[in-house]
């Protein structure tokens, strides 16, 4: 069964830093274009960055510079580097595999961006 597990949210302040992660099982993990999205409460889900099999990378304007997807193929782990946080940043945050077929979907994580 494929399973996308994200973890490294939590509380912040402005200005702050996180990094999550997001560990696959169950599929062929370097075949797969891996993107992060984020959803607010009250808002739609919102797309935040992706990163294609080949390592390309590719950012939502509002992210760009303070954000980086990475990926370690030999851990089926996609990151999101955030800094430099700020209070409407906060949201789920939901990993996303796909290649063909189906998406696949984690559960999310929360991040809060507060003093």
């Known amino acids: 069964q494929v399973q996308l597990v994200e973890s490294g949210g939590g509380v912040v302040q402005p200005g702050g830093s996180l990094r999550l992660s997001c560990v696959a099982s169950?599929?062929?993990?370097?075949?797969?274009?891996m993107t992060w999205y984020r959803q607010a409460p009250g808002k739609e889900r919102e797309w935040v960055a992706s990163?294609?099999?080949?390592?390309?990378?590719y950012y939502a304007d509002s992210m760009k510079g303070r954000f980086t997807i990475s990926r370690d193929n030999s851990k089926n782990t996609v990151y999101l580097q955030m800094n430099s946080l700020k209070p409407e940043d906060t949201a789920v945050y939901y990993c996303?595999?796909?290649?063909?077929?189906?998406?696949?979907w984690g559960q999310g994580t929360q991040v809060t961006v507060s003093s």
């Open positions: 996303n595999a796909r290649f063909v077929g189906p998406d696949y």
């Open positions: 169950e599929i062929t993990f370097s075949r797969y274009t």
């Open positions: 990163i294609s099999s080949g390592g390309t990378t």
